[in-house]
């Protein structure tokens, strides 16, 4: 579907900063039924530029927040309020891409309020390896630390120095004493990424596992709803459903640096709430792993405040 796409990776990569996956150019042009805006967290802008390249979603445009919002997930609720409402005037569908991701069912109450869904799941664990496949990894060992190619990339300033483990390595035992297992979900087959959470998994004294998951529901989400917008648009009988090339001002570069790479990095421990959700391995009660509700394909109806404290990065 969509505009049609470069015949090489090479090709595509040529012309992929030139792009743009935001709204800006489209300031102040009326809506367009058959586009999508993606509203996602900056620690997925590298996988939903993947996603949104390679399967030539030309209908969809991509904004990201800051990835430095999950040290302090109160926060992202009203962010993620503040980017729908500055989009309404351009947009008739919108799309979240977050979890609940530690906001303890705020980003739904917000997300219920606006008639916007989101990714499903508790967490960007949970959406990339699927949730029966995370509830069984959860099942078989609760002391489970994850680690996803954005963390993976990101081991050393999210928890190392996030945590101060660099200046109070004595605090190792404290965060991670009753974790027993490291597992890497990776979204790529990377080599140098399996090195790096090799390498976490002995700084932290963990087990190692690798466990390949791809974009999970985090592609067929977002395939799911650029099509829905099209064939809606199509049903409708508007003029301009005809996917356009991508135009505006932010590149896949400029979003990338949304993932808060050279932000400075958080000492109070806040930071172990980007990475995992807790510093210590939760019991096996799992009451926020119920199945979700979905309407279509395996979007994730906002469904109000849901009882997950914490429950980490989306």
Known sequence: MGAERSSTPAARASTRAARAFSPAARASAAPDPSRVLVIGCGALARELVAVIDQDGLANVDLTCLPATLHNRP????????????????????IFIAYADCGTGG??????????????????????????????????????????????ARNFER???????????????????????????????????????????????????????????DLATSVISVA??????????????VIPVGY???ESVESLHSRQG?????????????SVQGSVRARPARRRWLRPTQARSGSL?????????PGAGTA
């Not at 949730?131 to 078989?140: K, N, P, R």
């Not at 099509?227 to 009988?237: C, I, M, P």
């Not at 790479?261 to 709430?273: H, K, M, T």
């Open 74 to 93: 109160g926060g992202i609720p009203a962010a993620v309020r503040a980017k729908i409402h500055a989009a309404r005037p351009r947009y008739e569908r």
């Open 300 to 308: 994730r109806r906002p469904q109000g405040p849901s009882a997950v």
């Open 227 to 240: 099509r829905a917008a099209e064939q809606g648009a199509l049903a409708s009988g508007a003029s301009n």
């Open 247 to 249: 135009q505006g001002a």
């Open 106 to 151: 705020l980003l739904d109450k917000v997300l219920d309020e606006e008639g916007v869904e989101r990714l499903p799941g508790a967490h960007c664990y949970e959406f990339y390896s699927g949730s029966a496949a995370f509830a069984a990894m959860t099942e078989e060992d609760p002391g489970t630390f994850y680690l996803t190619d954005f963390l």
């Open 261 to 273: 790479i050279d932000r400075p990095p958080v000492s109070d421990g806040a930071a172990l709430q």
């Open 158 to 216: 999210l928890v190392i120095r996030g945590l101060g483990l660099d200046r109070h390595p004595q605090l190792l035992s404290t965060y991670f004493g009753n974790y027993h297992r490291l597992v890497y979900l990776a979204q790529t087959d990377d080599p140098a990424l399996v090195v790096s959470a090799r390498r976490a998994a002995r700084r932290l004294g963990l087990a190692f596992e690798l466990r390949q998951t791809g974009h999970g």
